[in-house]
């Protein structure tokens, strides 16, 4: 080394000079991210989410009136939490290229496998263990009275006396994504992708009745919350595969979010809040520890955080405590709940029971 130096000290690492294309190189490069990077900024993302679906269900109707109010006032800012994940899992998909590659029966096979076994599964431990805790009267029955086994038929179906509506997202989780990956397996550009959903996304939102005149329904959703979610799917996934479109989609998403609070409209919210959002944290490679560990785990965090954990505790502050610590009473029950539940699933992961969650 030393004597190649000596003869000719250009070609010397240390006082070698990339040239104009080895920058550009340098350059490119740098802007692709790790899937450490990746992984950390997806796990920020659910996070902030997974904190807004658990805020926006401390409104119990058993808490003092202005309570509940400043609850649910905060819960309009917090519409957008539930439809993050579906950009989520629209961005997911474009990380791997084994998964890009899985022929689509394949892929609905596997998340079916992954998404309806919690589905089932805890809603029959839910109806169980609702009438249980009705029985002993830990919680109200303010419902028709149904028996466990009708009240999980109920549940299933989405009729009267049904539990657990965020269980619905599992369910709805994977008919979104089977119809966007169908989408995305015609081969279709990129841009037209990208403008496929924002038509979705922008058409839903403007004019959900048009919509909601199609024939029947889909399951657990309208046909306009279907189409924004499914704009969001797409948009993920274009967000992945071209990361500097981030901008673009958070001006959007920006815009879509000023035009919601103008006419105070949470719809609007729920769906152009999620892509400000996911394009703010995805695109700017944004990352939180703390957060991160909460949307680590998620999956379980939504699954179980209510009624059976966060309603009994909000049901004892609003009997036991005066008005004026209910509202610090409500966010710190719903701190520790996340944290319960954080806990929680490391132990299911480890478990034989690690497929009753889905993070």
């Not at 303010?142 to 549940?155: A, D, I, K, P």
């Not at 409500?330 to 996340?338: D, M, Q, S």
Request: net charge positive; glycine share 8%; aromatic share 14%.
């Amino acid at each position: 080394m030393r004597l190649n130096a000596l003869i000719n000290p250009l070609h010397h690492p240390s006082t070698h000079v990339p040239g104009a294309g080895e920058q550009a190189l340098a350059e490119e490069t740098s802007l692709v991210p790790t899937r450490a990077e990746v992984d950390h900024c997806v796990w920020t993302l659910k996070g902030i989410a997974i904190l807004g679906v658990v805020f926006l269900h401390l409104s119990s109707t058993h808490l003092a009136e202005d309570v509940r109010e400043t609850l649910l006032g905060a819960g309009f800012f917090w519409q957008w939490a539930t439809p993050t994940f579906m950009s989520v899992a629209g961005f997911l998909y474009g990380v791997s290229s084994s998964v890009r590659t899985e022929h689509w029966f394949g892929f609905v096979r596997r998340r079916a496998n992954r998404l309806l076994i919690p589905f089932f599964v805890v809603s029959f431990a839910y109806a169980v263990a609702f009438g249980l805790l009705v029985e002993f009267g830990v919680l109200d029955a303010r419902q028709e009275q149904f028996v466990w086994w009708e009240r999980w038929l109920n549940t299933l179906s989405s009729s009267s006396g049904r539990l657990g509506e965020q269980l619905y997202f599992l369910p709805y989780l994977l008919m979104v994504s089977a119809v966007g990956v169908l989408v995305v397996k015609l081969k279709i550009p990129l841009a037209g992708a990208a403008a496929t959903g924002l038509m979705l996304l922008v058409a839903s939102r403007a004019m959900p009745e048009a919509f909601n005149q199609l024939p029947l329904h889909p399951p657990y959703r309208t046909w306009d919350m279907f189409a924004s979610s499914l704009g969001l799917f797409l948009l993920g996934y274009v967000l992945q595969r071209r990361p500097l479109v981030s901008s673009f989609f958070c001006v959007a998403g920006s815009v879509g979010v000023a035009i919601a609070f103008i006419f105070e409209n949470p719809w609007i919210l729920r769906y152009f809040g999620a892509l400000a959002l996911s394009s703010l944290i995805l695109g700017a490679r944004l990352s939180q520890p703390a957060l991160a560990w909460v949307g680590k785990r998620s999956g379980t965090i939504f699954l179980y955080h209510t009624p059976f954990l966060l309603q009994p505790p909000l049901q004892g502050i609003g009997t036991a405590f005066p008005a004026s610590f209910q509202l610090p009473l409500a966010l710190v029950t719903g701190v520790l709940v996340i944290m319960l539940l954080g806990v929680v699933h490391d132990w299911l992961i480890r478990s034989p029971f690690k497929r009753l969650t889905f993070a």
